[in-house]
């Protein structure tokens, strides 16, 4: 499934950020290590079983993490984005 590959590449590239990014708060990088961990449970799912509440999810954090850091938001975009190809 290309959708669930391109996600699987994009929790990468968030898992790369997390570490390269300018220092985030412990409680921003707690939100994102948490919101990576929920990707993962995803990704092991069946598309029938995935929850939509995830997408609500990155949408926070897309709004949380816009002004200070936006290269992050901008993948949590992309990642929304393949979220909804996949019909979560």
């Given at each position: 499934?290309?959708d669930?590959?391109?996600?699987e590449e994009q929790?990468?590239?968030?898992?790369?950020?997390?570490?390269?990014e300018?220092?985030?708060s412990?409680?921003?990088?707690?939100?994102?290590?948490?919101?990576i961990?929920?990707?993962?449970v995803?990704l092991?799912l069946?598309p029938?079983t995935?929850s939509?509440?995830?997408?609500?999810?990155v949408?926070?954090?897309?709004?949380?993490?816009?002004?200070e850091?936006?290269?992050?938001?901008?993948?949590?975009?992309?990642?929304m984005?393949?979220?909804?190809?996949i019909?979560?």
């Amino acid at each position: 499934m290309p959708d669930r590959k391109k996600l699987e590449e994009q929790v990468e590239i968030l898992r790369g950020q997390l570490e390269q990014e300018p220092p985030l708060s412990d409680e921003k990088r707690e939100a994102l290590q948490g919101l990576i961990a929920k990707f993962e449970v995803q990704l092991d799912l069946e598309p029938a079983t995935q929850s939509p509440s995830i997408s609500d999810d990155v949408d926070k954090a897309v709004i949380d993490f816009d002004a200070e850091h936006p290269v992050i938001s901008g993948t949590l975009r992309n990642i929304m984005i393949t979220l909804g190809n996949i019909g979560i």
